[in-house]
């Protein structure tokens, strides 16, 4: 067992102002989606501007809150949210559901593409390498907030979380970075620097993340307002099942069509 490292979920503090950690990873999140994006452009993979690109990148940030919010909002627990209204906006307490963000992007994407006249899936293409370390971000935040802690475990590594008991457990915010985010960007960095028929990056994207997101699940303390859910599985498995069946499905669909 190691111990967790005491941070302070304020990052900075200036009078009144603070500035959380959680809300930290997300700015860095969003820095290296532009950073990223830019290169990729630069190297020609998507014809657009680099004006246009952040106008994009303007989108997805309010896909990400507004998506991510009102999906852990609606997914995880919406009786506590409805008798409790207000508490919906103190998202820098934590509280984010990556499948609500996602539709949030999808449908930033979706309205984007039409307005610059391409396809949905020319944008998801280009974007999907560019987001597993922004997940990275958000799960290395879930770390520093002592949040979303894993299962009682007995692995040398197992932390004693504040709030969570006497119980060592599965540091499982850093399975997630690991898995979600570095091994799922490298897979997708790689996978996309050839040239792929249109979906196809989108398709190992889906793949990856539900398959991931479903292994590292097995480590993480289900909710407890949830607990398990049919065949013991988790909110997060079930919300990821629909995510590799859309992306065996896209990923077959795509290699139909030249590149």
């Given at each position: 067992m190691i111990p967790f490292p005491q941070i302070n979920p304020v990052?900075?503090?200036?009078?009144?102002?603070?500035?959380?950690?959680?809300?930290?990873?997300?700015?860095?999140?969003?820095?290296?989606?532009?950073?990223?994006?830019?290169?990729?452009?630069?190297?020609?993979?998507?014809?657009?501007?680099?004006?246009?690109?952040?106008?994009?990148?303007?989108y997805g940030v309010l896909g990400v809150i507004l998506?991510?919010?009102?999906?852990?909002?609606?997914?995880y627990q919406p009786s506590f949210y409805l008798t409790h209204p207000l508490e919906i906006f103190s998202i820098w307490d934590g509280?984010?559901?990556?499948?609500?963000?996602?539709?949030?992007?999808?449908?930033?994407?979706?309205?984007?593409?039409?307005?610059e006249n391409k396809t949905f899936f020319e944008i998801a293409d280009f974007i999907a390498p560019l987001v597993p370390l922004g997940l990275a971000c958000g799960r290395l935040g879930n770390f520093i907030n002592g949040e979303l802690?894993?299962?009682?475990?007995?692995?040398?590594?197992?932390?004693?979380?504040?709030?969570?008991g006497?119980?060592?457990?599965h540091p499982s915010q850093l399975y997630q970075m690991m898995l979600e985010g570095i091994l799922l960007f490298i897979i997708l960095w790689?996978?996309?620097?050839?040239?792929?028929?249109?979906?196809?990056?989108?398709?190992?994207?889906?793949?990856?993340?539900?398959?991931f997101r479903f292994i590292a699940e097995y480590t993480r303390e289900p909710d407890s307002y949830?607990?398990?859910?049919?065949?013991d599985f988790s909110m997060g498995q079930w919300l990821s099942i629909p995510m590799i069946l859309a992306g065996i499905l896209l990923y077959i669909f795509s290699t139909k069509k030249p590149a």
């Open positions: 990052a900075i503090e200036i009078g009144p102002l603070k500035v959380h950690w959680y809300g930290l990873m997300y700015l860095i999140a969003f820095a290296l989606v532009w950073l990223l994006g830019r290169y990729r452009i630069k190297k020609g993979m998507l014809d657009i501007t680099l004006k246009r690109f952040e106008d994009l990148i303007f998506g991510g919010r009102l999906g852990y909002v609606l997914f509280g984010m559901s990556f499948h609500g963000g996602l539709l949030g992007v999808l449908l930033a994407m979706y309205l984007f593409a039409r307005k802690w894993g299962r009682p475990s007995d692995v040398p590594w197992a932390m004693i979380f504040p709030g969570a006497n119980l060592a457990r790689f996978f996309s620097g050839k040239k792929r028929p249109v979906g196809q990056v989108s398709a190992v994207f889906l793949i990856g993340y539900g398959f949830l607990g398990t859910l049919a065949l």
